[in-house]
């Protein structure tokens, strides 16, 4: 995984082994207290937490900044910090020489300018790590062949609240049909994690390919407070319905921030507008959370990426499959 350079730098999260339950719990959450010191950290940035010792706890991006209190979009969390998930010895070693007077909090930033490789940490040593802690994560264990205990990014998962065998053959031959119908471009709505600017591409291409018109703004106004993209579709009885899309990358927890910025989107939208997140993967707890904060009297909604890849599937496999119907389905 490369770092970005457009000015969201990484960061690494380091925090005391003492408050190390403390710390996972709220990574777990989604929102943490975090000092920065002179930086500030922006939304949208990468970061892999540890612990002083060299022991992860996460790897995610940041969906959200209020002052030190950062919400986090996680791509995987550890199930215990006791499950000895750290990083090998050359890595580790400079997680170890981290001076004690540099951890001024619980949990403290290292931010990580592309241009600067003289600190604590460097972005090379961060590229590293993270795709050391994402092969680990994947495979469940510490690259040495020792079982490790992990959890990986939580998924709203029906076959799970029902206690059901997930990864059984027939799923992975669903799973293996669905890639195969999936265009090229649009593979990575399957993936657990796409970089921000990519997702939000790749979610309006993907309602693109379900026949919708697309109107992209979050690209074409960087800054200013809109949507990522508009989606109308017409049927062909003229039946219109349109979305205020949020492209969410990674794992998104339903980030109040994130619920207020769409309050504001339908605020300017046209009355029949409706309010959709999309994201990699949807935590379990969003959808209760949206229903909690109303807006105009609706409800938003949150799919996932591969929601929206079964969508373009069905259109593509059955000539009766209505999209404007299973649009509308959403918010039923």
């Not at 986090?72 to 050359?90: G, R």
């Not at 992209?216 to 109308?232: F, H, L, N, T, Y």
């Not at 300017?268 to 904060?293: C, M, W």
Request: aromatic content about 6%.
């Amino acid at each position: 995984m490369l770092a970005r350079n457009d000015g969201v730098w990484p960061m690494v999260l380091v925090g005391w082994r003492s408050k190390g339950d403390e710390l996972l719990e709220a990574i777990r959450k989604g929102q943490v207290d975090i000092w920065t010191g002179k930086l500030h950290v922006r939304k949208g940035a990468r970061f892999l937490a540890l612990l002083e010792d060299g022991t992860v706890l996460a790897l995610g991006e940041v969906s959200g900044v209020r002052g030190n209190l950062h919400d986090l979009s996680l791509d995987a969390v550890v199930c215990d910090v006791n499950a000895d998930i750290a990083l090998p010895a050359d890595l580790v070693d400079k997680v170890r020489a981290v001076p004690r007077s540099y951890l001024k909090g619980p949990l403290s930033a290292f931010i990580l300018p592309p241009d600067k490789e003289d600190g604590v940490f460097t972005m090379s040593w961060f590229n590293q790590a993270t795709d050391f802690v994402r092969r680990s994560l994947r495979s469940g264990t510490d690259g040495s062949g020792g079982s490790r205990q992990i959890l990986p990014q939580p998924t709203a998962n029906p076959a799970a609240d029902n206690n059901e065998p997930s990864d059984t053959p027939e799923q992975n031959e669903r799973e293996s049909l669905l890639k195969s119908w999936i265009p090229p471009l649009l593979q990575g709505l399957l993936a657990d994690h796409v970089r921000s600017d990519k997702w939000e591409l790749l979610v309006a291409y993907g309602f693109r390919a379900l026949g919708c018109q697309v109107n992209m703004q979050g690209q074409k106004e960087s800054g200013k407070a809109v949507p990522d993209c508009v989606v109308r579709h017409t049927s062909a009885a003229g039946q219109v319905i349109q979305l205020v899309v949020d492209a969410k990358a990674g794992h998104w927890n339903g980030a109040v921030d994130d619920i207020r910025a769409m309050r504001d989107y339908l605020d300017v939208s046209t009355p029949y507008s409706y309010p959709l997140f999309v994201a990699n993967i949807v935590g379990p707890d969003v959808q209760e959370k949206l229903r909690q904060h109303l807006m105009h009297g609706k409800t938003a909604r949150a799919i996932s990426g591969h929601d929206l890849a079964l969508l373009i599937m069905q259109r593509l496999t059955d000539p009766s499959f209505d999209v404007g119907s299973e649009l509308r389905r959403i918010f039923l």
